[in-house]
């Protein structure tokens, strides 16, 4: 039983959803044959699916032909492979068998499935298979295997661990994870579950200085694992908060398929105790090697035959050697025989008796005599003397003090000579007795060009008097200190100051007095040098543009600032203030003027007294009568601060100008950009315009490129149905439509009144019905898209809240409006010629150029995917008489009545064409010839069961004959396949019409013989 293809869908055979499956699945399908020849074996390709190309890196190419040699498979891989296809033809059965497959993505495993179908012609057995990719079930599996194994690892490893006190780590380095045993959280106070099994864990309790060189050492670790080992002492923090120290090992053990370490397992061992030991005694041998090495004492250790095991550097340096130069070395070849005999009976009786002994002596080392207190104690070993420590004190000094003071007067004269003061030593007489280098110098003569003169002869003749007078006042026993002016030996002033002292005897009389003198020449030149700057500064401050003022800190019992003090203002400052000198010096800033606390200038100059940091600041003053800009700076000076200040209000009002003019240029900058670039984009949208094909592709265009030219709007796009006065939408953009999808043209306001309409709620204006429940604030355009007078649609806008359309952009909405309703109208246009240019005026079926151009196409497509093609052919019996007897417009209606029985009755897929006159031709795209003439014979029925009536009268029965014909083997080509179909329908002509009559390929077009209507 034939089943019914004559429906509004298009349907396909089994055969066809096979292929379809075969070509588009994902699984590689195909068929090969196994060669054989002497110990050659190999695979060949005979058919296969896309899929099989793909996985051999040739997609879209064919294999057919091509061996698994051919395709650089492993020659070990394709013999495994040779053995499973003959173990299929062997049992003549399905199998199916698992391999990893290297790409160049990595390995593939495949699970592959045989099944033996036949001998081919060449008596090579073939096969068809079916590859699926099981690729990921293979790592999962692989991923259960090793976390079982290293649970096993784990049961064994642990145990051992928890004896000698250690914790079992084990990093994946390729998923991050890491498994910490029980005893390494142990280790640091924490049971199991307190902490995470992660890397993160043990990088946040080791110490932050420890961590950096252990992920370098892990990191040198892994990469060169067989020459470079882990192994380290760091420390870590308890959870008590102690430090614990811990060696830390570890080993790769695994690595993944480019040979990258991917596992490493490692123990931590607790060596706290061993270490806190360690650190004390390197504590206490530090110390005493401190104590040795620095000791202003002379320490040595021998042993019984003298030699020396220990020295410490200043024992080596009082014997101008190295102490590594003396080990070894005994005393005895060091001193001379005379006191190695002493030496050796002073320790015969520390042997003795096993008590220290103390003993002076004076040695003679390298030609110096030297003075000692040395102590000697013995060192035992076993109750037994091993060797002796001997301390010895350098006491040199102490017996030298007795000469030294002997020699303190000839000192004392050394150093009145060395001196930079001057000493002046006059008799009772003022005659110079005495005169040291230094004073000879500062009056530029020798020692002796002064011995023997007066005071009086290196004095100026206006200041001998004076001098007389000074020295006659020290004849009464008192001393003084008085500035004097001297006479240089080159003729120029010597300023110094004299303190003197006078001399008497026993009984107490005057015997002289001794001076000493300092030369104050340079002071006395910088003082006049600061007399002249005081002036230059006093006239810096009175012609100074800028205002300068300085001030004292005035601080309270806590020593804070509370105020300061003026102490200058020059002119200039007077005059930016608006007061005079009297009114500001000695008064009280914050009296004077208060504002400078509001503004925050107070705290300021505090900040600049108590940092000592110099400060700039630009301030606005708007106190006291003054309204202007300044900018000052103010430095430290002594405990208070100066400030220099100007008035730059001008340059404040300019700059505000400024600044305004160039917000304008910037503005009108953007926008000049803003118009530029809306305009490329209309010229884009335009372009795209002319190249689209239907009004729909051309508003999913505009949409396209609505986003950018109105950033944060939605929108859409509706297209005015023929003859319906109904919208439907076609494009839209942005977050939400917030409008009905299809709506009357009476919904909208801009539609109705044939211009922009505009909705915002809180203004209170008119809202179109087609708007759902916008956003609070939103307001919406809508804009009519006319092109000829006539509305193609409407350009919908809504821009959300707190965002308002400018005029500029409002422009712009109006002109892409305007633009697509010229596109839309171009378009209908296109349209309505093309359906002009390839339908039949009066059937509205394609017409004969269309007929040719699609058989055609539709032959190419049959030849490609190896498909069915039909053609059937079919003409209105005794046409003419209908014409003849009810009128040409009768025969017309009868032509439209048949066309709009075929179009009902085929598929969509189905192409009905008018070839000419009352010749009809069907193409039947998929259908075999039985397939096609059945539909023939249905359509035949069909036509036969049709009642027509024309102007209220019956026009009788009408039939039609059909011709059928199929490709290939009708036809190879447009032109014979319809010859073909033309001569089976002359002769169901000639059969006597109202029938069906399939292509005969043996029947000459000569043996029919049609009668003429």
Request: glycine share 6%; proline share 4%.
């Amino acid at each position: 039983m034939v089943p019914s293809l004559l429906s509004d869908g298009c349907s396909y055979p089994p055969s066809k959803l096979l292929e379809i499956f075969y070509t588009n699945s994902p699984m590689m399908m195909g068929i090969v044959e196994l060669l054989q020849e002497d110990d050659y074996a190999d695979i060949r390709f005979l058919s296969h699916n896309s899929a099989t190309a793909s996985f051999f890196n040739l997609p879209g190419e064919s294999l057919e032909g091509k061996t698994l040699s051919e395709l650089s498979l492993d020659s070990c891989v394709i013999e495994d492979i040779v053995g499973y296809y003959q173990q299929c033809k062997d049992n003549q059965d399905c199998i199916s068998f698992e391999y990893e497959q290297r790409t160049d993505f990595g390995c593939k495993w495949l699970l592959v499935t045989l099944n033996y179908l036949w001998l081919g012609d060449q008596d090579n057995p073939e096969f068809s298979y079916l590859i699926r990719d099981i690729t990921e079930r293979k790592k999962a599996e692989i991923k259960r295997l090793e976390a079982e194994r290293r649970n096993r690892e784990l049961q064994l490893i642990e145990p051992i661990f928890e004896v000698i006190l250690a914790g079992y780590w084990d990093w994946n380095l390729q998923d991050n994870t890491e498994y910490l045993s029980p005893g390494f959280k142990k280790m640091f106070g924490y049971e199991d579950d307190e902490l995470e099994n992660h890397p993160d864990t043990w990088q946040d309790l080791i110490l932050p200085e420890d961590l950096p060189g252990t992920l370098e050492a892990i990191h040198n670790h892994l990469n060169s694992p067989a020459t470079v080992p882990f192994y380290r002492e760091v420390r870590y923090r308890h959870k008590t908060g102690a430090t614990v120290w811990i060696i830390c090992s570890g080993q790769v053990i695994e690595w993944d398929e480019l040979g990258n370490p991917s596992r490493i397992i490692g123990c931590h061992i607790d060596i706290t105790n061993q270490k806190e030991a360690e650190l004390s005694l390197r504590q206490i041998n530090q110390e005493l090697e401190t104590f040795l090495e620095n000791a202003p004492v002379l320490i040595s250790r021998f042993d019984m035959e003298g030699r020396y095991l220990r020295v410490n550097p200043t024992f080596a340096q009082a014997l101008n050697q190295k102490p590594l130069e003396l080990l070894g070395q005994s005393f005895y070849d060091l001193l001379p025989d005379s006191v190695i005999r002493i030496f050796k009976q002073r320790l015969q009786r520390v042997t003795e008796t096993l008590e220290p002994l103390q003993v002076e002596d004076e040695l003679c080392i390298n030609g110096v005599t030297k003075n000692f207190q040395t102590i000697l104690f013995p060192v035992l070993e076993n109750q037994a003397v091993a060797g002796f420590w001997g301390i010895s004190e350098d006491i040199t000094e102490q017996k030298q003090k007795a000469l030294a003071l002997q020699d303190s007067e000839q000192r004392y004269r050394t150093i009145i000579e060395t001196t930079l003061e001057g000493v002046w030593l006059l008799n009772a007489e003022e005659i110079t007795e005495f005169v040291n280098d230094r004073m000879a110098q500062m009056l530029g003569y020798t020692s002796s060009e002064m011995i023997g003169k007066p005071l009086t002869a290196f004095v100026a003749g206006d200041k001998k008097e004076s001098i007389r007078q000074q020295i006659r006042n020290r004849r009464k026993g008192t001393g003084a200190q008085n500035i004097y002016r001297f006479c240089h030996k080159d003729n120029f002033d010597v300023w110094v100051i004299v303190s003197t002292t006078p001399l008497q005897d026993s009984q107490g009389n005057y015997q002289g007095c001794i001076g000493l003198l300092t030369d104050i020449t340079n002071m006395i030149q910088i003082q006049d040098a600061l007399r002249l700057s005081k002036l230059q500064l006093s006239s810096v401050l009175n012609s100074s543009l800028d205002g300068i003022m300085a001030f004292a800190s005035i601080r309270d019992a806590k020593g804070e600032i509370v105020d300061f003090e003026y102490l200058i203002a020059n002119p200039a400052s007077c005059e930016m203030t608006g007061k005079t000198v009297e009114e500001l010096v000695g008064k009280r800033l914050l009296e004077v003027m208060p504002g400078h606390q509001e503004d925050g200038l107070f705290d300021y100059y505090v900040q600049v007294v108590e940092s000592g940091e110099p400060g700039t600041r630009e301030f606005y003053y708007n106190h006291e009568g003054l309204n202007s800009w300044f900018e000052n700076i103010a430095v430290k000076l002594g405990d208070g601060f100066a400030v220099t200040f100007r008035d730059i209000t001008p340059i404040k009002n300019y700059q505000a100008t400024l600044e305004t003019t160039n917000q304008e240029l910037q503005k009108r900058l953007q926008d000049l950009r803003e118009r530029h670039s809306e305009m490329q984009t209309l010229s884009q949208i335009s372009d795209f315009l002319q190249a689209c094909l239907t009004v729909k592709e051309a508003c999913q265009v505009v949409a396209t490129f609505m986003t950018s030219l109105f950033a944060d709007c939605s929108g859409g796009i509706f297209q005015m149905k023929d003859s319906s006065h109904r919208l439907e939408n076609l494009a839209q953009w942005g977050e939400g439509l917030y409008s009905k999808l299809e709506f009357s043209h009476q919904d909208c306001w801009g539609l109705r009144r044939g211009r922009l309409h505009r909705m915002a709620e809180h203004h209170g204006e008119l809202r179109c019905s087609h708007l759902s429940s916008i956003p609070e604030g939103a307001t919406t355009y809508c804009l009519p898209m006319v092109a000829q007078g006539e509305t193609l649609g409407l350009f919908y806008l809504m821009v959300p809240p707190n965002l308002e359309l400018s005029s500029s952009k409002r422009q712009l909405a109006q002109t892409v409006a305007e633009q697509l309703g010229l596109a839309i109208a171009n378009l209908n246009l296109r349209q309505t010629l093309r359906q002009q240019s390839i339908r039949d005026g009066l059937t509205g079926l394609y017409n004969r150029r269309h007929f040719e151009d699609t058989l055609e196409q539709e032959i190419e497509r049959a030849k490609s995917n190896q498909t069915a093609l039909s053609l059937v052919m079919l003409d209105v019996d005794h046409f003419k008489n209908f014409n003849d007897t009810y009128g040409h417009d009768a025969g017309d209606h009868v032509l439209q009545s048949i066309s709009q029985c075929l179009k009902k009755h085929l598929r969509v897929c189905d192409i009905v064409c008018r070839y000419g006159g009352e010749e009809l031709v069907v193409i039947l795209p998929g259908r075999d010839l039985e397939t096609a003439r059945t539909i023939a014979e249905r359509l035949r029925h069909e036509i036969v069961q049709l009642s027509l009536y024309y102007e209220n009268q019956l026009l009788g029965q009408v039939s039609a004959s059909f011709g059928v014909a199929n490709f290939p083997e009708d036809g190879d080509s447009p032109l014979t396949l319809f010859q073909a179909a033309d001569r089976a329908l002359y002769q169901a002509k000639a059969r006597g019409r109202n029938q069906v009559v399939l292509a005969n390929p043996g029947f000459p077009p000569e043996a029919v013989k049609p009668d003429v209507e």
